[in-house]
């Protein structure tokens, strides 16, 4: 049995021995796409995290189980990876806690100021004539937060905004949720109301440029906008040209190309805090991603 890591890199220092129990492992850090079927076409068994298994590269290996070492499956065919017999596996809920705590680090830094008082303590802090420094800053409790994708991660992160103090509502982007414990609201009242916005929404045809020039003008001055699902749920050029105007704040982990151009309108920004798509990637998460990775194979495997 031949098993493949395409793009080992993405898991981090993640330990990956174990799964030489099911055969011969051969692990490449990064595959490029004209690489992936050279490499894979003896393989049994792929693990792919954003490399892409299309209909060629199924047709021309011997495939028979693709495991992506993540929830979204659009790097691969899976319409046709079923008519070929092959067994596709994600990976589920092993991001939840680290996103959660990425989410409230973005809100928490936009809040307390933490990196300019940091700075002021450094530089001026010795030089001043009171003990403390006084520019305003915000709690969160009693503030208004309105979540854009009320599953497992906007699920636990309505749970801590509840634990500080916070009145919790959401958009339901598919429109079939119905959870009671928090009250749903159309997208425009939850723009227009909310201190807080954090989006933890896939990306599909109900959430494609979901937030453009045409809602992002709803936001209020000083409230902080969160995109923790995927890019392209807000429109990016549209966004920077309006939240300087605005003034209202930013924090982005996802962006619609990864990594992110150079030329990205997010950039230019002084309101927007970046993070290279890292907040599921903690430790734990990592290590848990690999687990039930793991699991899925031997499970398989009988």
Known sequence: MKLVFLDAKTLGDVDL??????????IYETTKKEETLDRIKNADIV????????????????????????????????????????????VAGYSTNAVAQVTFAFVLEIMNKVRYFNDYVNNEYSDSDIFTHI????????????????????????????????????????????NSDYKQVELNALLKNSDIISIHAPLNENTQNLLNKNNLNLIKKGA?????????IVNEKDLSEIIDEK????GFDVFTKEPIEKNNPLLKSKNILLTPHIAWASVEAREKLVELAYQNIKNLKG
């Open 17 to 26: 021995s174990k799964f030489s129990e099911f055969g011969e492992v051969k």
């Open 47 to 90: 693990f792919t995290n954003k490399v892409v298994i299309d209909k060629e590269i199924m047709d021309k290996s011997k495939i028979k189980i693709i495991q992506i070492m993540a929830t979204g499956m659009n790097n691969v065919d899976l319409e046709y990876a079923k008519q070929k017999g092959i067994i596709v596996k994600n």
């Open 135 to 178: 520019i305003n800053w915000n709690e969160l409790n009693g503030k208004k937060w309105g979540i854009i994708g009320l599953g497992a991660i906007g699920k636990k992160v309505a749970e801590i905004a509840m634990a500080f103090g916070c009145e919790v509502s959401y958009y339901s982007t598919s429109g079939k949720n119905s």
């Open 224 to 232: 902080i906008l969160l995109n923790l699902g995927r890019g392209g």
């Open 247 to 250: 003034g209202f704040f930013a």
